[in-house]
């Protein structure tokens, strides 16, 4: 049960101390989750799982893209981090996008280093699931990723997305530099207006500079593309368009949009259809 598949390792999720998962996890690794910790609060280092020696071994060949995952990544690329829910449809909306060189899933956000899925999900290494995207800015904007993340999930659900629920679902928008963290903060502005207009509640998303980046399992890389794929995924789109409007005037000529305006409304995320579609990349 350990190392077998997401599929197979729901029990984790919204478990009890009371259950023979949770149990098997205490006599592993001791404890609960930092002396009554839920899966749902912010945990210490000390609270969290201890760290684990050898990192977790992946192909570094994109099951779509067939470039590496891992770096190092050509000179004419850059890299984002984003957490929308459940990362296996998250990462399928961003590799169909045309200008992504590559996407991976892995752990990042909390403290326990090397983590492995199983450990995530017990709710004690505060790490969420994450998408780690790397595209070409030529090709594909930061503001068209943006877009893309606000779209393809619900903002608002707090620490948790659809039936998924625990720290390791937070929605969440990790920057690597300080023109992605000014058009992030830019476009969570501009969406909360929109969101509230249409009844929903304040925006949970954590924005903060990009932590260690732990890949997942090999298993998880490109997941719903691989053969006998169970078509998961618990991300709840809102259907409001963020549009463009949003970023900064003295921004607007070097991260202009790459995407048409029509893309969205017909192939864009949608309630209901997150990972529907064909795995490979949209062409314009």
Wanted: aromatic share 14%; net charge neutral.
């Amino acid at each position: 049960l350990l190392r077998s598949p997401k599929a197979y390792t729901s029990a984790f999720r919204g478990f009890s101390r009371t259950t023979p998962t949770q149990a098997l996890f205490d006599q592993l690794f001791g404890g609960g989750a930092g002396m009554g910790a839920s899966k749902s609060s912010p945990l210490t280092k000390e609270q969290c799982l201890p760290d684990v020696a050898t990192p977790i071994q992946v192909t570094n060949k994109h099951f779509i893209t067939g470039n590496p995952i891992q770096p190092p990544f050509p000179e004419n690329t850059k890299v984002a981090i984003f957490g929308t829910g459940c990362f296996w449809g998250t990462e399928k909306g961003f590799w169909r996008l045309p200008g992504v060189y590559s996407t991976a899933v892995g752990y990042c956000g909390g403290h326990t280093v090397n983590a492995s899925y199983e450990m995530v999900c017990s709710g004690r290494t505060y790490h969420n699931e994450v998408v780690q995207v790397v595209y070409e800015p030529e090709k594909i904007s930061y503001a068209d990723l943006l877009r893309m993340f606000w779209q393809q999930h619900d903002p608002t659900q707090g620490m948790g997305q659809g039936n998924d629920r625990g720290t390791q679902y937070r929605s969440g928008v990790y920057y690597t530099d300080e023109e992605q963290k000014k058009l992030a903060l830019a476009s969570k502005e501009s969406y909360q207006e929109l969101l509230m207009r249409n009844n929903f509640g304040a925006i949970t998303t954590e924005i903060i500079p990009a932590p260690t980046f732990y890949y997942a399992e090999d298993y998880h890389q490109q997941y719903l593309a691989k053969p006998g794929a169970r078509p998961y995924c618990s991300a709840q789109p809102t259907a409001v368009q963020l549009g463009y409007d949003w970023i900064p005037g003295d921004m607007a000529a070097k991260h202009s949009p790459k995407i048409p305006e029509d893309f969205w409304p017909s192939k864009g995320p949608m309630p209901g259809c997150t990972i529907s579609g064909p795995n490979s990349q949209f062409v314009f």
